[in-house]
């Protein structure tokens, strides 16, 4: 029979030998986020700073990544402890925080003998930054549900530039009790963290996040292409209309590096079909219509021929005017 969550439970965890919460001190200390033993799995552009942040905060965080000079350059930098697999670092730990690739990176870390769930103590929370598919979150939350465990699915957005000066956005799926617990620590780099509903609602929010991004990307290249064409100053163009209905973030923060042909910022495209193809995938399961995400993530494809893999996303601009150009 499963081992329901504990966090789910109404009442206080009391002491014992497997119990996190020694006294009322330290529960009032985990509750305001203070304090607490805390894992990071997945140390990439987002996950390095994220870790340092809770590092910062005080937390006594271990961090796993799969290259390990990563995991040890990270622990030098910010007196935390490196763990060589994802099991090591999850025992013990009140929070397992992850930010990995994809849905097998995801699966690599959270299973198996070396695996993070297998490691973890009945009541500690596994919180996934990831973005994966719905489908994986649901597989993930069940196995750690049969364990005793908490799972929140917080996909985030924001980016590079949000992790590093811990400002992300969090959308998180999962039991409001596993929430509460992980919102304090989560907080250490985010601006604005908000459940969203049950297991896989995170994600399924990052989704439509994402599908919103795929049209706005496109809208803009093709504005400020058709004003390159028309002979107008892009620039002198975005100053007059960003402060009306056109204005939106990417416009205010990726026009100039799009009028000066330069794709180093941000997320990159071969993360973006990433994302859109699991956003199509699971627009197939729920009957959405997403004509327009299906043509940005065609036009993403063609991105990717012309070895733009690794440019940010603006770069569609880029293809407009190898088209035209």
């Known amino acids: 029979m499963p081992v329901p969550c504990l966090c789910a439970r109404p009442v206080r965890l009391t002491v014992a030998s497997n119990s996190f919460v020694k006294d009322k001190a330290k529960q009032a200390q985990l509750r305001e986020g203070k304090m607490a033993k805390v894992a990071f799995l997945g140390l990439g552009v987002m996950g390095y700073p994220m870790a340092g942040h809770l590092a910062k905060a005080g937390h006594e965080v271990t961090v796993y990544n799969r290259t390990a000079a990563k995991a040890e350059k990270w622990a030098s930098e910010h007196g935390g402890r490196a763990a060589a697999t994802p099991a090591e670092a999850a025992r013990g730990a009140e929070l397992v925080m992850a930010c990995v690739g994809n849905d097998d990176d995801l699966r690599g870390i959270c299973l198996g003998d070396d695996g993070a769930l297998g490691a973890m103590e009945p009541g500690a929370v596994f919180v996934d930054h990831t973005t994966v598919s719905a489908e994986v979150t649901r597989e993930l939350s069940a196995v750690a549900e049969k364990a005793g465990l908490c799972f929140v699915d917080a996909p985030v957005s924001g980016g590079q530039a949000g992790a590093e000066n811990g400002a992300l956005v969090v959308m998180c799926g999962g039991d409001q009790a596993a929430f509460d617990r992980a919102e304090p620590v989560i907080d250490a780099y985010a601006k604005l963290c908000r459940r969203m509903g049950d297991s896989g609602a995170g994600q399924l929010t990052k989704m439509v996040n994402q599908i919103c991004i795929a049209g706005l990307v496109q809208g803009l290249s093709e504005g400020l292409h058709f004003a390159q064409k028309a002979g107008l100053d892009g620039r002198a163009v975005v100053d007059v209309i960003a402060g009306g209905a056109a204005g939106s973030w990417q416009m205010a923060n990726r026009y100039e590096t799009m009028l000066d042909d330069k ?22 399961n729920n009957g959405a219509s997403l004509p327009v995400t299906a043509l940005v993530d065609q036009f993403y494809k063609d991105v990717q021929k012309m070895g733009g893999g690794r440019w940010d996303t603006s770069s569609l601009i880029r293809r407009l005017n190898g088209i035209d150009g």
């Not at 941000?266 to 699971?282: H, Q, S, T, Y």
């Open 263 to 284: 794709f180093e910022h941000g997320f990159a495209v071969d993360w973006m079909r990433k994302d859109l193809g699991i956003c199509l995938d699971e627009a197939d």
